[in-house]
């Protein structure tokens, strides 16, 4: 099976890395590509921001039209993934909406950790999701997005300590961290709370997004 995972981005320095990630989550038979959006785009763009929309959706269809069985956006605000369904046949899949239903299936109650500090961004995902009654809270990342790029020791202290508060503080049974980049650390952080008595899952976006994709294929399933 062929899948291909389109960055939110222009930048070409992204591409060998997010290769990297992906291929190492996929089974040894999958078949990954990485796509980035036109240079038209502004390298300091935001997934987030509307006229992104229509670069994603193009990248969406390029892919089913190049032959792809599946589409994964890489952001877990899932930006273009709805739109992206009604012009494909192929399953566009969301890692934040892959994770989140994960979360929800292992523990009662989860949270997120989220390194930007406009929260209410990924507040409105989980209520469109309708997660919000499983929902124990919404932690921002102190390291920040930044952090996460440049500072693998600061992110992880920061995702120690976010982790740990929200399950102490807030009572969550399932940990989300809400950056597909932060992929690496996701098995160090659930190995470190559980050496700290707290034995809860930690859900990597991209790799729930990924096994979707590939369950999905196997199922000859699609939306």
Same mark, same amino acid.
């Given at each position: 099976?062929?899948?291909?995972?389109? +960055?939110?981005?222009?930048?070409?320095?992204?591409?060998?890395?997010?290769?990297?990630?992906?291929?190492?989550?996929?089974?040894?038979?999958?078949?990954?590509?990485?796509?980035? +959006?036109?240079?038209?785009?502004?390298?300091?763009?935001?997934?987030?921001?509307?006229?992104?929309?229509?670069?994603?959706?193009?990248?969406?269809?390029?892919?089913?039209?190049?032959?792809?069985?599946?589409?994964?956006?890489?952001?877990?605000?899932?930006?273009? !993934?709805?739109?992206?369904?009604?012009?494909?046949?192929? /399953?566009?899949?969301? /890692?934040?909406?892959?994770?989140?239903?994960?979360?929800?299936? %292992?523990?009662?109650?989860?949270?997120?950790?989220?390194?930007?500090?406009?929260?209410?961004?990924?507040?409105?995902?989980?209520?469109?999701?309708?997660?919000?009654?499983?929902?124990?809270?919404?932690?921002? &990342?102190?390291?920040?997005?930044?952090?996460?790029?440049?500072?693998?020791?600061?992110?992880?202290?920061? %995702?120690?300590?976010?982790?740990?508060?929200?399950?102490?503080?807030?009572?969550?049974?399932?940990?989300?961290?809400?950056?597909? %980049?932060?992929?690496?650390?996701?098995?160090?952080?659930?190995?470190? &709370?559980?050496?700290?008595?707290?034995?809860?899952? !930690?859900?990597?976006?991209?790799?729930?997004?990924?096994?979707?994709?590939?369950?999905? %294929?196997?199922?000859?399933?699609?939306?």
């Amino acid at each position: 099976m062929k899948i291909n995972i389109i +960055l939110p981005t222009s930048n070409p320095g992204m591409l060998s890395q997010r290769e990297v990630v992906y291929s190492g989550l996929a089974r040894s038979e999958t078949k990954v590509s990485i796509s980035i +959006l036109d240079e038209r785009v502004p390298l300091e763009a935001d997934p987030s921001d509307s006229f992104i929309l229509p670069e994603i959706l193009e990248k969406i269809v390029e892919s089913e039209n190049n032959g792809m069985d599946a589409v994964i956006v890489d952001c877990m605000e899932d930006p273009g !993934v709805e739109e992206g369904r009604r012009l494909v046949k192929i /399953p566009v899949i969301g /890692p934040g909406n892959a994770a989140m239903n994960m979360a929800v299936i %292992l523990g009662h109650r989860f949270s997120i950790l989220y390194p930007m500090e406009q929260l209410v961004f990924i507040d409105q995902l989980v209520l469109k999701y309708q997660l919000s009654s499983m929902l124990a809270s919404i932690k921002y &990342l102190p390291c920040g997005l930044e952090g996460i790029m440049t500072d693998t020791k600061a992110s992880m202290e920061s %995702l120690q300590q976010t982790a740990i508060e929200a399950i102490v503080e807030d009572g969550a049974a399932a940990i989300v961290p809400v950056c597909t %980049l932060t992929s690496p650390l996701i098995q160090p952080l659930q190995k470190f &709370l559980h050496e700290k008595g707290h034995p809860v899952p !930690v859900i990597d976006g991209a790799a729930a997004a990924v096994k979707l994709a590939e369950n999905l %294929l196997d199922m000859d399933l699609t939306h």
